[in-house]
């Protein structure tokens, strides 16, 4: 069984997204905060004596950002894997902003995280969030016996733990078993 730590990135900063007023996918790009710089350096340190010997991130700037900055205090070389990024509110990418956003969230919510029986909603569901996360997850873990590091979303990590509103530069311990066991 493999040890992975599920961190999620340092806070975002949207001013620049916002202030521009680009669309949907355009909020990936966001980098980090000087407050989520504090927060990855401070991961790092904490982290640092888990002897961690693999660091696979998010392709999204916010969560890249941050694996840069703790695979770079690590000694570790950042890996990307693109089934670690966020939960899509709109698979064709069509959200305009938060608002809308917010509202497939809550649409999200009220469902469970699960579409209604027989009826596909635009939002991700929290079982496919899952499954391409343990994907990439089995794929990473197969390349180390050691700890892994995997900088990531709070909707990515709650698809594989339960937590829900882990806060940004904060960690979950995820004992796990590419067989399916947690």
């Known amino acids: 069984m493999t ?23 355009a909020a990936d790009s966001a980098p980090l905060t000087p407050l989520g710089t504090k927060q990855a350096q401070e991961l790092a340190d904490l982290l640092s004596g888990i002897g961690a010997t693999y660091l696979v991130s998010s392709p999204f700037t916010r969560a890249l950002h941050s694996a840069a900055i703790i695979g770079h205090r690590l000694a570790l070389g950042v890996r990307v894997d693109y089934d670690l990024r966020d939960w899509l509110p709109d698979h064709a990418g069509a959200w305009r902003g938060i608002a809308d956003v917010r509202a497939a969230q809550a649409e999200f919510e009220a469902y469970d995280g699960e579409w209604p029986e027989g009826i596909q909603r635009p939002w991700e569901p929290l079982s496919r969030v899952r499954e391409r996360a343990r994907a990439a997850l089995t794929r990473h873990s197969a390349s180390t016996d050691g700890p892994v590091l995997a ?29 399916g066991e947690v």
Do not use: C, K, N
Not at 153 to 168: F, N
């Open 151 to 179: 900088i990531t979303h709070a909707m990515v990590i709650r698809a594989l733990t339960g937590e829900t509103g882990t806060p940004h530069g904060a960690h979950e311990y995820y004992r796990f078993d590419p067989a």
């Open 3 to 25: 040890q992975i730590y599920l961190v999620r990135h340092g806070e975002p900063d949207y001013e620049l997204i916002d202030s521009r007023g680009w669309p949907g996918m």
